[in-house]
């Protein structure tokens, strides 16, 4: 059986950048994140225990979108690391995020950029 527990397009303040004024001034990010295992076809969810929780996911998120980092890959690379090392459950198969910066200072109009990491 195959099991995903995502959160979809959290929302954040953060001073991600490698400019100082991103750093200074912050910038909206939104990220999401989804995390898959491949679990026996009994396993059984009648305990919280036995699940993938969810509000753990949003803690690791939160840490590492309040420490300033100067690229979008190294913050979900952490948030990556600390799942694994975080995991209460086997079967651990893969974890997507993807985190974006709106309105980017690239000189252009644009309403996000985005990178996207699978583990």
């Given at each position: 059986?195959?099991?995903?527990v995502?959160?979809?397009e959290?929302?954040?303040?953060a001073?991600?950048?490698?400019?100082?004024?991103?750093?200074?001034q912050?910038?909206n990010f939104?990220?999401?994140?989804?995390?898959t295992?491949?679990?026996?076809?009994?396993?059984?969810?009648d305990?919280?225990?036995?699940?993938?929780?969810?509000?753990?996911?949003?803690?690791i998120a939160?840490?590492?979108m309040?420490?300033?980092?100067d690229?979008?890959?190294?913050?979900?690379?952490?948030i990556?690391?600390?799942?694994?090392?975080?995991n209460?459950?086997v079967?651990?198969?893969?974890?997507?995020?993807?985190?974006?910066?709106q309105?980017?200072?690239i000189?252009i109009e644009c309403?996000a950029s985005?990178v996207?990491l699978?583990?």
């Amino acid at each position: 059986m195959t099991y995903t527990v995502s959160l979809k397009e959290l929302k954040f303040r953060a001073r991600h950048g490698v400019y100082a004024f991103e750093k200074e001034q912050g910038n909206n990010f939104v990220l999401s994140i989804s995390v898959t295992f491949n679990l026996p076809d009994n396993h059984n969810f009648d305990k919280l225990e036995k699940t993938y929780n969810y509000q753990l996911l949003a803690q690791i998120a939160k840490k590492h979108m309040d420490t300033p980092t100067d690229l979008l890959e190294t913050v979900c690379q952490g948030i990556a690391h600390e799942i694994k090392e975080n995991n209460n459950i086997v079967g651990l198969e893969k974890i997507v995020i993807s985190l974006a910066k709106q309105n980017p200072p690239i000189g252009i109009e644009c309403r996000a950029s985005e990178v996207m990491l699978e583990f």
